[in-house]
């Protein structure tokens, strides 16, 4: 987790000029990475299926910069609202490179969806009738993907973050798709392309997307016998981004084995409060004292692209790998939404230090940022590289939690306790890695009366383009 590996010297000299130029906090975007990210996808997608597309999802970083460059790097985009819609239009990305998610489209979003003849992931049968509607209204033939949820695929990542298992608000469960197809039939403005799945976000284990495409493609072999032209299939996004290397992974999972075993001292805990993590589990009497993490994790042997290699080559049940068994079905587009694993290591998070102090013999560090500018911590205690700059030659590594400056205790911007290069002193800057994909907006607020910060992206020619401007007191309080 020795984070000055993250960074090269461009990167640092971009560091000091934005740090002389621009308020803390800051997210910064190095925009070359997008670029690297999405080239090993585009090449797992042309070696073993071209006929593909990718989709960044704008979720991710949901701003028009972020959506031009996926748009450069050739992209389409996935969007859940119709303000993103707008954002994709508006940056001229055309409707038949958009596909509309969202379990709770408004009738504004749905007609724009339609208008802009993007492809609608259906996400139960009351909004196909109002696709339908919409569809008539505007005299034009929706294009429709069906959402397939109700399947068993808990335990993958964090529960909050698990979208198409049983316990699910999105998509149609599985068992319900033939059924809804027989009266799909009847809708005379829709025009049902394929299906659409998408599993939850930092999906470490390969088996999620192995049992994915085993539903999947079974669903849509028995339909397509069943005489419907079906030739698109979105297997969603979920692409996993190792935060860490496999020996801190191995080693921080030890650890906490330990302590929740009770043979560590609290000042060596390595979860706040006792968090038992990906290992709640083991509190159940019933299951073996060997099992794994379960949920989500920080470190996957097949992050980002090489998963999707997986998917493609994958042996199914029946003997047949996936890309043959797609070729066998038609060879429908395949579409893939990857969010995290393209922008998520594009990015790094400023802020500055307030101070240290120690809680049950534990260091923890006090940062000028809020849990609600950072991470998804709110739904499950992520793990991010975090380093005080610039490294010192004299720096002993230390391990700390990191607290936010909100009014609440959960405001942990760290729950795991990771290595620093050393406690920073009060206004020292310290670098929170790996931030590019759901940091800068999931949880934005202005919690406590805290401004939202910038977020600064720069190329590789060092031009830089601010993606949002820092609120001010107007804009927080007027
Ligand atoms: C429908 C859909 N597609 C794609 C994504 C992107 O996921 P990730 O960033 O994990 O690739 C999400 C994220 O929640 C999503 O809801």
Redesign the pocket.
């Known amino acids: 987790m020795y984070p000055s590996s993250f960074f090269n010297a461009f990167e640092t000299s971009a560091v000091e000029r934005l740090l002389a130029d621009y308020n803390l906090p800051l997210h910064i975007y190095f925009t070359a990475r997008f670029r690297c990210n999405t080239e090993k996808f585009q090449s797992v997608l042309a070696r073993h299926y071209p006929r593909s597309q990718i989709c960044f ?1 704008v ?2 970083n949901p701003c028009i910069g972020a959506i031009r460059v996926a748009q450069a790097a050739g992209l389409g985009v ?1 969007v ?1 609202s119709q303000y993103e819609l707008r954002a994709a239009l508006k940056t001229q990305i055309p409707g038949w490179q958009i596909i509309c ?1 969202g379990n709770a489209k408004t009738n504004d979003y749905i007609d724009l969806a339609v208008k802009s003849g993007a492809c609608i ?1 259906a996400d139960s049968e009351s909004e196909l009738k109002l696709i339908d509607e919409s569809a008539g209204r505007q005299n034009r033939k929706a294009q429709v993907l069906l959402r397939i949820a109700g399947m068993p695929l808990a335990g993958l990542t964090s529960a909050d ?1 698990s ?1 198409a298992s049983e316990w699910t608000k999105f998509g149609i469960p599985a068992s319900q798709i033939s059924s809804i197809f027989d009266r799909v039939r009847a809708m005379r403005n829709i025009e049902i392309l394929g299906l659409s799945a ?1 599993i ?3 999906i470490c284990r390969p088996a999620g997307y192995e049992h994915l495409l085993e539903h999947l493609l079974a669903q849509l072999s028995d339909l397509i016998k069943n005489g419907m032209n079906l030739r698109v299939l979105d297997i ?4 996993p981004l190792n935060y860490l290397s496999e020996a801190e992974w191995t080693r921080f999972k030890s650890r906490l084995r330990l302590q929740l075993a009770g043979r560590l001292p609290t000042a060596e805990w390595v979860t706040w409060n006792g968090l038992p993590m990906g290992y709640e589990h083991l509190k159940n009497p019933q299951i073996e004292e060997t099992s794994d993490w379960l949920g989500k994790a920080y470190w996957s042997p097949q992050p980002g692209a090489a998963i999707l290699e997986h998917i493609l080559t994958y042996v199914l049940s029946d003997g047949t790998m996936v890309k043959e068994r797609l070729k066998q079905l038609g060879e429908p587009l395949l579409i893939v ?5 393209l922008i998520g290591s594009t990015g790094i998070t400023l802020a500055r230090a307030i101070g240290v102090k120690e809680v049950l013999g534990c260091p923890v560090v006090i940062l000028d940022l809020g849990v609600v500018n950072h991470g998804t911590v709110l739904i499950s205690p992520d793990i991010y590289p975090v380093e005080v700059y610039p490294p010192k030659p004299n720096d002993a590594a230390i391990e700390a939690f990191i607290a936010g400056r909100l009014c609440f205790t959960g405001d942990m911007l760290s729950k795991v306790k990771i290595p620093l290069n050393r406690l920073p002193a009060r206004g020292e800057v310290v670098i929170l890695h790996q931030t590019g ?1 759901y940091c800068a907006d999931h949880f934005a607020s202005n919690s406590c009366g805290f401004p939202r910060p910038a977020k600064i992206a720069i190329d590789e020619h060092n031009a830089i383009e601010i993606w949002r401007k820092a609120e001010t007191f107007e804009d927080v309080f007027n």
Do not use: L, S
Not at 236 to 239: I, K, L, V
């Open positions: 999802a979720k991710a996935d859940v998610n992931a973050q979208t998408h939850g976000t930092q969603g996004g979920g692409y939404e990857p969010g995290r694993a994909a």
